[in-house]
Structure formats: structure tokens, C-alpha cells
């Protein structure tokens, strides 16, 4: 499953965007300020109000005047083009309005296009809180098959159909969309909570800011022991003066790395590392997952690494998302971008106010430069990323 079509309306400093033929690995760039973070929040929006509703996932983020692009009265829309495993292009379109100062949901609709010339099929199809679902979703493939639509009421004019309808769980379209929703996982290092004091437990998946970095490590130890092999590997190969490392379990059950390297007598991610290690360890055990998110987005990857192990990076990025997912990565390291091709680079620029989103490898000059031999980190350097300069 891949998302191919991000279109934002209203959201912020989205007034109007829309991100096309996107790849399984996209890389954002763009000053500060220009929308990196906003766009990667839609997906955490649509989480929320999966998880509770649109009316919650609204009120986190300061409320609905205070998401609604500045100026505009909304509704807030987002719409998603997703091919499905079926190889079937679909689209899930949501638009968000204020009744009686609430946010509910204005429109709700999931459809398919059929074949060439078919009129799509609405599988849902909902407004505020009301709405219809298609009852024979497993004929839709079927030509000269009518579509079948049953009517219903949700008990809440914010709560998504998708979410509310009961019958979907068996649906398989739906139940896709859902799950690459619900396991959207965004990653956002702070080296400060990547240095706990290691505890007990396992977690399997790292969280958000890395702070559960000892016990995915540990879980990757226990259950995974080549990949977790493949992991020390990496950090020896990579970061310097590391010439070993060593996995041991203590008695009491933690996991204890040590660094050949010095008398490193606490568990690694304690006191002694550099924040580069860390971060390396933290990205090798994020990357390496054995079940990679289906739609994985990292803020600025590029901080407190060495910039010669961009290019391994990018590269595990894409092996990431080859693996089963897709990526957004947001950067602000033309190292890292020398890594890329100009089809993996979307460039948000910041115009009156509002975010433009252009693709790399629409401009011609870009092309023309790639072809000859530059790199796209050093174009962007030079500026000829229009309104998305380093600087
Ligand atoms: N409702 C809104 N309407 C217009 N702009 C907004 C709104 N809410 C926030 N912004 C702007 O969006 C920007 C936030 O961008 P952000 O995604 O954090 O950028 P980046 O991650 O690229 O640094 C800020 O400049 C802020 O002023
Ligand atoms: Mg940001």
C-alpha cells in the first residue's frame, strides 16, 4: 500500500497544497518555518481523530480557529490517493466544518475509480454524522455489478465512519486505510530523552522522541539476535573509536552494552557516549526494525550525526520503506540530500504567509544540473531551490 496524493486545504499554513506521484522514500526540505512539521501533522490529525475524534483531535491543536489557515473560515480538507494492495487507486477525502462551535465532519468519503470509464464507487460516503456505506463491497471488482448502499447514523457527528462504521472492520479497503493511519509513526530525537537509565522491560518499537531506545535494544536482542548482530556491526563500522561492542545481559534482566573503546562500566545510552552515538545507535535500532511502520516520517535526521554517514543513511531509509513502508523524511543537510534522487525531493517555500510545495524534479534547470553531474544538496546550497535556501 502506498500513498501516492497528499492534498491539504485550510490546514494551517496549508492554505491550498498538494503533494503528487509521491515516492516510496520523500524527502522535504525547507526553511524554518515553512511547513515541515505541519505537514507531517496532518498524519498525526488523522491519528487522533481515528483514535478519539475529530472534535478532540481538533481541540489539541489549539482548536478549530486556531487550525483553520489564518483568514479563512474553512472547512479544513484533507485528501488522501492511496493505491491498496490490490493495486486499486483509492481516495479518502475529509473535510471538517464548525457546528455550533464544534468541529464535526462535514463530508467523509472513501471511493474507487472503476476501470476507465466506471463512475467511482462511494464506499462511504458520510456528513455530519450521517451517511451511506456500500453493503456489497466484495462485488465492486465485478463489471455490471450495481453498487449496493445501505443507510446509517453514527452516534456522533465527529466520530469518522471509518472509525464508527462497525462493518468495515471486515472491509478490506478500510481496514488497510485504517491500519496505515493508526501505525503512522512519526520520529523525532531529542538526545536529551534518548538517555534513559535503562529499565526493565521490552518495547518493540522506538517511540517518537527514543527515550525507550535501551528496551527495543534489548527486545531486539532477545528475539531478534542477527538483526541486533547487524546493529553492532553497524556501530562499529561507523562511529569512531568504537572498535567493539558488546551485548551483555545483567542478572537482574537489563540489557548492557559496552564500548571497547573505554571503561564504560554503565549501560550504554548512560552518561559516557556522544550524543552521535547515540543518535547512530537510535537510528540503526529505529531503521533495522524487523516490522517496519507502514508509514514512517523522521524529523531531521541529519542532527548531531557526521555528515559522511548521510549517504548510509539515506540509503537505509529507502531499505526501510522497500521493506514494507513508506517514508517522509524532513532535512535540513545537503548531505543528506546528495543522497537523493530529484524525484524524491518535494521543497516547501513560504509565500505570503502560506506554503507552497513544489517537487525537485519539475524544474528543468534541477534536471538539467542532476544530469550533469550535480548534486542535489549542493543546488539547494547554491539556492536554487527557490524560497527554500539553507538559510
Ligand atoms: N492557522 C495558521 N494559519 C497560517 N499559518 C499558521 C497557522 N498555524 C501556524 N501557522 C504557521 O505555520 C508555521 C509552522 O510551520 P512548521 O510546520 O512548524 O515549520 P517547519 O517544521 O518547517 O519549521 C509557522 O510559521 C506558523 O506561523
Ligand atoms: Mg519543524
Partial sequence: MQ?????????????????TGLPRMAVVVGANGSGKSTLFDVF?????????NITQAVARRGGFNELVSRGQEGPIGITIKFRESGGRLATYELRIATEHG??????????????????????????RGRGTAITNESAYELDGVEEQRAEHVLDDPSVLAIKGLGQFKQFRVVAEFRSLIENWHI??????????????????????????VAQVAQYLYEYHPTIFARILEQMRLRVAGVSQVEARPTEDGRLVLRFQDGSFKD????????DGTIKMFAYLVLLYDPKPHPLLAVEGPENQLYPELMHELVEEFRDYARRGGQVFVSTHSPDFLN???????????????????????ASQLLQRLVAEGDLPGALWRQGLFEGAGPR
Fill in 187 to 212: 520520529s523525532d530525537f531529542h538526545i536529551g530523552d534518548a538517555r534513559p537509565s535503562a529499565e526493565f522491560g521490552y518495547a518493540e518499537h522506538l517511540s517518537t522522541y527514543g527515550e525507550n
Fill in 44 to 52: 498525526s490529525f488523522l491519528k487522533d481523530a481515528l483514535a478519539q
Fill in 339 to 361: 543522497g537523493t534522487k530529484l524525484d524524491e525531493i518535494y521543497w516547501l517555500a513560504k509565500e505570503e504567509g502560506f506554503a507552497t510545495v513544489r517537487r525537485a524534479s
Fill in 267 to 274: 549501560p550504554f545510552i548512560a552518561r559516557y557516549v556522544s
Fill in 3 to 19: 500513498i501516492e496524493t497528499i492534498e491539504i486545504e485550510n490546514y494551517r499554513l496549508f492554505r491550498k497544497a498538494k503533494l
Fill in 102 to 127: 464544534r468541529a464535526v465532519v462535514e463530508r467523509e468519503i472513501l471511493k474507487f475509480r472503476r476501470g476507465q470509464r466506471g463512475k467511482p464507487w462511494h464506499f462511504v460516503d458520510f456528513a
